[in-house]
């Protein structure tokens, strides 16, 4: 049975401290699931393709993709 990423995230929160020991099952599924991702060569080049984008954006402007994202504020 997959457990859900944010299963991990769940456990660490509920269990404080011991986490190391309460949330070994989860910590495994998440770690199979990166792994999955890390090895599949499609999400590589996915994620290759998205960063030449943004330093070729980068490039253009000079200025970081979080950057130009985000709303500038606004004075009246």
Do not use: H
Not at 1 to 6: H, N, T
Not at 30 to 55: H, I, S
Not at 58 to 70: C, D, W
């Amino acid at each position: 049975m997959a457990l859900d990423p944010a299963d991990f995230t769940k456990c660490c929160k509920d269990s404080g401290i011991l986490m190391v020991v309460k949330c070994r099952k989860e910590n495994s599924a998440l770690k199979d699931c990166l792994t999955a991702y890390y090895n599949d060569p499609a999400f590589y080049e996915e994620c290759k393709l998205e960063y030449l984008k943004e330093r070729e954006e980068f490039r253009k402007t000079g200025v970081p993709t979080k950057r130009r994202l985000q709303k500038l504020p606004t004075s009246m």
